[in-house]
């Protein structure tokens, strides 16, 4: 018997091999195909560990995979595409802000935590969809009840059957005028709960949960929420009630329930900036202990359950992705326990003048193609030469080259630079059409490019 993910998970995964991952990511992401190559693997294995026996299945631990390469690559984005693409539960956490126990900071469990919650987002949002038309039906129901006055009771001499048939005619006539939109104007009142919440704070900077105190178990009567009568239009009603009719159709026990096993067969955690915590002990410059924040990380990653107000969390299976520069170490730096806990190391490439090109224009969602519907919006028709774009490709690598290398985050700096004045003049533009050239880009940039100075501050 094989253990299986969720259905919607699982559709998503079986259905793409990893030269179908890679080309998928590489819609969005740029060259490092050493990476990609290595994720698609550790999704395409989660599928391959699914259908095998239980108790074999249980021993297969995930290849986490640990990614080395200047800031402004791609490895966030890698991580989180790929996420999307196996629609499992994602989190992204800078390894920095954990502390240890006794300083202030984040518990490592909060990892797991947030995870837990995004899959509670991710199950309730499929299962509305299952219960939008079924809710939109009660809610309309609801409100024909508040328009329309109630059955008066029926007379002796009258015919009950009539009587019943006259009223659901009003009912329906009334139903295709609340669809149509010609009940807009009235107003009615609707029994809504208030929402108020008492405001209470058991240790600063601690949520209840942390301290493993569920108030609402302890004291269910503070949090019920009082009623109170709303005057409110039709569409702003039948949005209410609808609302209402979802939370009541959707099971919450079953979604957590759903969610845990998401979280615990199909999630991912993006660790970042593993490096700035990977200093062993006595290295120069302020920090709470490295190693200690690395130990007390490490029971997550190898498997361990954490406490969560939705139940026990098992992290053995959860995949889990670092990340780093490693300007001022080096991955051996990391304790040993750790490093042995992501097995496959993969380096990505510091991006250059072809691969910004690339950037600015091939992705789904490219830089350019932004900017020329940012300004569509103007009715501004705006375009970009390709010596523009080998321009603008050839600016942001010097900039890089002469301070620091922040990688593609440079052309964000270099775009808004170039657009300045066009952003700002746009709605009152006359001559609509605007073509940026490559003696527009000099005009703009060559002046800070050159000034070494200036460039550090405005690119």
């Known amino acids: ?134 809710a939109a039906t009660n809610a309309e129901d609801r409100l024909l009840d508040l328009l329309l006055p109630p059955t008066r009771p029926v007379a002796p001499d009258e015919d009950a059957g009539a009587v019943r048939d006259q009223h659901q005619r009003t009912r329906d006539r009334f139903r295709d005028q609340l669809r149509a939109g010609q009940l807009d104007s009235r107003v009615v009142e ?13 240790i600063a900077g601690s949520s209840v949960e942390e301290v493993d105190i569920n108030l609402k178990d302890m004291l269910p009567g503070l949090f019920q ?38 979280v615990e067969q199909a999630g991912i955690i993006f660790i970042d900036e593993i490096d700035k915590i990977s200093g062993r002990e006595g290295s120069h410059g302020p920090d709470v202990s490295r190693e200690g924040v690395q130990r007390d990380i490490l029971p997550i990653v190898e498997g361990t359950t954490v406490n969560t107000k939705y139940g026990m969390v098992k992290t053995d299976h959860i995949l889990f992705i670092a990340a780093g520069a490693f300007h001022v170490s080096k991955p051996s730096d990391l304790i040993p326990e750790l490093q042995g806990r992501f097995p496959i190391r993969v380096e990505l490439e510091a991006l250059g003048r072809d691969e910004f090109v690339r950037i600015l224009t091939e992705p789904r969602s490219a830089l350019v193609k932004q900017y020329m519907a940012l300004m569509e919006t103007e009715g501004i028709s705006l375009t970009f030469t390709d010596g523009a774009i080998y321009k603008i490709a050839d600016f942001a690598t010097r900039v890089n ?32 059409q605007v073509t940026i050239d490559e003696e527009y880009v000099e005009k703009m940039l060559a002046d800070i490019v050159k000034n070494e100075d200036l460039s550090r501050y405005i690119l």
């Open 1 to 134: 018997m094989a253990i299986l993910l969720p259905e919607a998970t699982q559709t998503a995964t079986e259905s793409l091999t990893p030269k179908q991952i890679v080309a998928e990511l590489d819609k969005y992401v740029v060259g490092q195909a050493a990476a990609k190559r290595a994720v698609a693997i550790a999704l395409r294995n989660r599928m391959r560990r699914q259908k095998l026996p239980p108790e074999l299945a249980e021993e297969i631990a995930p290849k986490n995979i640990l990614m080395i390469g200047p800031t402004g690559v791609g490895k966030t984005e890698i991580a989180r595409r790929l996420a999307r693409l196996a629609q499992s539960p994602f989190v992204k956490v800078e390894a920095s802000k954990f502390t240890e126990v006794g300083y202030v900071g984040r518990d490592v469990e909060s990892m797991v935590r947030d995870l837990v919650e995004l899959g509670i987002d991710m199950v309730r949002a499929e299962r509305l969809e299952e219960v939008r038309s079924k």
């Open 190 to 202: 609707v029994e809504a709960r208030d929402k108020s919440f008492p405001s209470l704070e058991i």
């Open 225 to 262: 929420g009082k009623t109170k009568k709303r005057r409110m239009k039709v569409p702003e009603a039948l949005e209410y009630l609808t609302q209402e009719e979802e939370t009541k159709l959707i099971d919450m026990d079953s979604v957590a329930r759903t969610a845990v096993e998401r």
């Open 401 to 432: 080259e002469r301070t620091e290398n922040i990688g593609a985050r440079r052309l964000h700096t270099v775009m808004e630079k170039l657009l300045d004045e066009i952003s700002f003049e746009g709605p009152d533009l006359q001559n609509k």
